[in-house]
């Protein structure tokens, strides 16, 4: 009766420019503009969250 679950194959980035760009945002910090706008972001999904 339960469904069957197809497993997902893994996806692999062989582009090294991709993958230097990827680590580089993991690791820098956002800066006060992105702050911001993050800031109001999350405003307004709390806002449509709590309707």
């Known amino acids: 009766m339960g469904a069957k679950i197809k497993p997902v194959q893994p996806t692999v980035i ?3 420019a991709i993958i230097e760009q ?3 945002e993991i690791h820098c910090r956002p800066s ?3 702050l911001a706008k ?4 999350d405003k307004i999904i709390m806002s449509m ?3």
């Open 14 to 16: 062989k582009d090294k």
């Open 22 to 24: 990827i680590v580089h």
């Open 32 to 34: 006060k503009d992105q």
């Open 38 to 41: 993050m800031k109001r972001q």
């Open 49 to 51: 969250i709590k309707r």
